[in-house]
């Protein structure tokens, strides 16, 4: 079972530049979303999607974008990159119609912007 | 939303049980308890939840205090690959969309061979 999988692994930007991180799920979740971890610090929440075709804000979205195309996917593109954005990204997912269900996690997509 | 209390760190040693508290004073009554533990370099992994009764499931064990205050995580018997930070989210099933799920510091353990 491949479950969550995000791409890149790691990533170096520089300032200005625009990039999509890579969320794919394989379990028919509805649910996803988008988190970002930095040093010493707990998981913020930036986007969510509660099926194909729905997006909403999270905690902090200012300088991300996202779509949801198809039930698998959820992207988030990085419009103009700031050293603000340096950080560990990790996308989730749910099971549908269970608000209880456990999230499931990737790995991470570690980003430093230079 | 409900806010958690975790220590920072803990330290135990392999193969005795570990007990992680949690502090939740200001728990609602739709508010479930789950903790979830991340690994170096990885994504987080849900452990376990409960609402009031304690559970058990094959990582762990959780108790509840009967007013629903605190809660601890019980590790039967920790192995060198449990060290991780622990985390304890309250999950509010009454809420829609957002999900919820506000991840803290976390306690950090250790676990000596």
């Not at chain 2, 809660?71 to 622990?86: F, G, K, N, P, Q």
Request: some cysteine; overall charge neutral.
């Amino acid at each position: 079972n491949a479950g969550v999988t995000q791409t890149p692994k790691f990533q170096v930007l520089k300032t200005g530049q625009s990039m999509t991180l890579q969320c794919a799920q394989d379990m028919n979740h509805e649910y996803m979303s988008w988190y970002r971890q930095d040093p010493g610090m707990g998981l913020r929440l930036i986007h969510y999607s509660v099926g194909a075709g729905i997006t909403d804000q999270g905690e902090v979205p200012n300088g991300y974008n996202v779509s949801r195309s198809t039930t698998e996917d959820f992207p988030l593109r990085l419009l103009s990159a700031a050293p603000s954005q340096t950080s560990v990204y990790f996308c989730a997912s749910r099971a549908p119609g269970q608000h209880n269900s456990p999230l499931h996690f990737g790995n991470g997509t570690r980003l430093t912007v230079t | 939303d409900a806010k958690t209390t975790q220590p920072n760190s803990m330290e135990s040693n392999e193969e005795e049980p570990v007990h992680l508290p949690c502090n939740h004073s200001t728990i609602s009554g739709t508010d479930y308890i789950h903790w979830y533990r991340q690994l170096p370099s990885q994504g987080p992994e849900y452990v376990i939840h409960g609402l009031t009764s304690n559970v058990n499931n094959r990582m762990a064990s959780l108790a509840i205090a009967e007013d629903r205050k605190s809660s601890t995580l019980i590790l039967h018997r920790a192995t060198l690959r449990d060290a991780a930070v622990y985390y304890c989210i309250l999950r509010d099933v009454a809420g829609g969309g957002a999900d919820g799920l506000t991840f803290g510091k976390g306690t950090h353990l250790i676990i000596q061979p």
